[in-house]
């Protein structure tokens, strides 16, 4: 009966040692050894489970019981051990590494438009309301196109308005206006009505200054049907205006000249960034040129493949890059093609 009692505290004893010991088990390096200690093959628990059956029967089923007790005892407080183990690491883990999950995450760059593109396309969108189709035309010319053809011979002065681009092979340039889309238009569609919009770059060999550069975009608009007048060609122009800008803006339309159209005419915007006082943009006249117009030429309709006696036309060339400067207050046309990123950013 003795023995009973001495193995029962035995037994006790051992079990209050190891959860003694596992309060300052803090790793698992330490749980691994106190796991080797309390319930491994020679710890003390194990000896009496040894020592049992050289006991009494009697006694046997008590011990055994309460050996068991222990041992289930122990392994329930290393697998909590383990747990909080884990926990501590993980919250160290967090700790070190200052993770602060309530910081707003990091906006991802997004590409945009150019902003010639947007007005190209805000353009398109007004013309189409107003019934004209896009026309895509080439960017490198023949001079046949870019200038025979619409009444511009070989040593007309009228040349020098457009200083070209000339490539190594004879007769082949980049174009300086959207014009010769005109003619590409009208072989196509001839005899039929036209009411079409010709965009796309074009280039010249000029000076550059606040509002010339070497490359800019232009929007040919082209009319020809019966019975089209110059007061088809104003009302289009000022209501694609009005539409653009609001009804605020002012124009004014100058008589002017080129080789196809006649009459022909140039129209002016005030200039929005200084209110027509006079700055940098409109070379201190108050008024900007947007585009050139007039009726098309009764040779360039010929050449076209239209018989004049019947049939009239209207064709205007605008700068879209001047457009855009207009709109957003910008003072240099130099910026759109100078790929400074935090120019393009801000549209
Ligand atoms: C022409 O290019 C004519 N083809 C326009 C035309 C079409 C007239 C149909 C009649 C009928 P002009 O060279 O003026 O014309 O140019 C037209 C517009 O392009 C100008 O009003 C201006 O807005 C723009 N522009 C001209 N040169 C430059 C330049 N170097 N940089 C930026 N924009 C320019």
Same mark, same amino acid.
């Given at each position: 009966?003795?023995? @009973? @009692? ?8 051992? %079990?209050? *040692? ?16 106190? @796991? ?9 628990? /194990? ?6 059956? $050289? /006991? ?5 089923? &008590?011990?055994?019981? *309460?050996?068991? %007790?222990?041992?289930? !005892? ?23 590494? @200052? ?7 990091? %906006? ?12 190209? %396309? ?6 189409? +309301?107003?019934?004209? #189709?896009?026309?895509?035309?080439? !960017? ?29 092979? !004879? ?16 072989? +196509? ?7 079409? &919009?010709?965009?796309?770059? &074009?280039?010249?060999? !000029? #000076?550059?200054?606040? $509002? ?26 000022? +209501? ?30 005030? =200039?929005?960034? =200084? ?6 943009? =409109? ?9 050139? =117009?007039?009726? &098309? ?11 004049? +006696?019947?049939? $009239? ?32 950013? #801000?549209?």
């Amino acid at each position: 009966m003795e023995e @009973k @009692k001495d193995l029962i505290a035995v037994l006790q004893q051992i %079990q209050q *040692k190891a959860q003694d010991a596992l309060h300052s088990v803090n790793s698992a390096d330490d749980l691994e050894r106190w @796991k080797f200690t309390y319930l491994g093959r020679s710890s003390e628990v /194990m000896q009496v489970f040894k020592e049992i059956p $050289s /006991m009494e029967t009697a006694l046997r089923p &008590v011990l055994g019981q *309460k050996a068991n %007790q222990v041992k289930t !005892e122990l392994e329930k407080r290393l697998e909590l051990t383990h747990e909080r183990i884990q926990q501590a690491a993980l919250a160290n883990n967090i700790k070190q590494q @200052k993770l602060d999950v309530t910081l707003p995450g990091r %906006q991802p760059e997004r590409g945009r438009l150019h902003i010639a593109t947007q007005t190209l %396309q805000e353009i398109y969108r007004i013309l189409a +309301e107003m019934g004209f #189709q896009v026309y895509r035309s080439r !960017e490198v010319e023949s001079d046949e196109y870019n200038f025979e053809l619409l009444n511009i011979p070989a040593y007309h002065p009228a040349r020098d308005l457009w200083d070209t681009f000339y490539t190594k092979k !004879e007769g082949v340039i980049l174009r300086t206006h959207t014009s010769p889309g005109q003619i590409h238009a009208m072989h +196509e569609y001839a005899p039929d009505p036209v009411r079409i &919009v010709l965009p796309g770059m &074009v280039y010249r060999y !000029e #000076q550059m200054d606040a $509002s010339h550069e070497i490359q800019f975009n232009q929007i040919e608009l082209l009319a020809v049907g019966r019975n089209i007048t110059f007061g088809d060609l104003r009302g289009t122009l000022e +209501e694609f205006i009005r539409r653009m800008f609001g009804s605020g803006v002012e124009t004014r339309l100058r008589p002017s000249y080129f080789p196809f159209t006649e009459p022909s005419a140039e129209m002016d915007m005030k =200039c929005i960034s =200084c209110n027509g006082k006079g700055c940098g943009v =409109c070379s201190g006249t108050g008024w900007l040129e947007i585009l050139g =117009c007039g009726m &098309v030429h009764p040779t360039v309709l010929k050449n076209g493949g239209y018989d004049p +006696e019947k049939f $009239s036309g209207f064709a205007a060339g605008l700068g879209t890059e001047r457009i855009s400067m207009l709109r957003h207050g910008v003072d240099d046309i130099r910026n759109f093609w100078a790929n400074d990123i935090r120019f393009l950013k #801000q549209f």
